[in-house]
Structure formats: C-alpha cells, structure tokens
C-alpha cells in the first residue's frame, strides 16, 4: 500500500523560509519520479516543481523558479521542497506526487494527504 506523508508545513511571514519533506514507504521510491503541487484556496491544484527517479534533472514553476529548490533521498524515500523568500501567493495546500517525470498532474499515480503552507504580509 503506496503511502506519502508530508511534513513542514507551518505559518511563515514573508521573505521567509520553510522546508517541507515527503516519506514514501509502499512504492517503488528509486525509480519514481517525484513531483510537487500545491492548491490555494478556491483555485485548481498547480504544478510547483518536479525531480527525476536519478535526481539529475528537475522542472519549476516559473513562479517558483529561483526560490524553491526540489531535492530527494533515495536513501530515505524521500523528497524535500525547500522554499525560500517566501510571499502570500505561496499560501497553498501542497502535496507530493510519485509517477512519471513531468509537469502534467495525471502523470503521477500515488499522492499524499498534503501540508498547509501559509505566507502572512
């Protein structure tokens, strides 16, 4: 049974930083690619960022790009999103993602429960 847990979500003002962390267990970890999506409120759930099964190659949101670095473990199972400069358009519900590297939602299989990420002014 495929299970992903976030963690690391938090309340943060701006310009500040937050690290949020995915632990698979259930899935074959080393060969999947990992993705990243977050839902604001009232709105469609976005891509943010995704790395290869290798972790040699990765993709951002051009909204994100430059302050959200994507990075895993394959050691662990695991997948971080470090987040800096942070700013209240980032206050959103984000999720890890395990399938198929690529920026389209259906490529992924198996998602988490989420984490919620907050950006006060």
């Known amino acids: 049974q495929a299970q992903l847990v976030e963690s690391g979500g938090g309340s943060v003002q701006a310009g500040g930083s937050l690290r949020l962390s995915c632990v698979t267990s259930g899935i074959n970890f080393a060969t999947s690619a990992m993705g990243w999506f977050r839902q604001a409120s009232g709105k469609e759930r976005e891509f943010v960022s995704a790395i290869s099964w290798i972790g040699d190659s990765a993709y951002y949101a051009d909204s994100v790009k430059g302050r959200f670095t994507i990075s895993r473990d394959n050691a662990k199972n695991t997948v971080y999103l470090q987040m800096d400069r942070l700013n209240p358009e980032d206050t959103a519900v984000y999720y890890c993602?395990?399938?198929?590297?690529?920026?389209?939602?259906?490529?992924?299989?198996?998602w988490g429960q989420g984490t919620q990420v907050t950006v006060s002014s």
């Open positions: 993602a395990a399938g198929v590297f690529g920026k389209v939602r259906a490529l992924y299989d198996w």
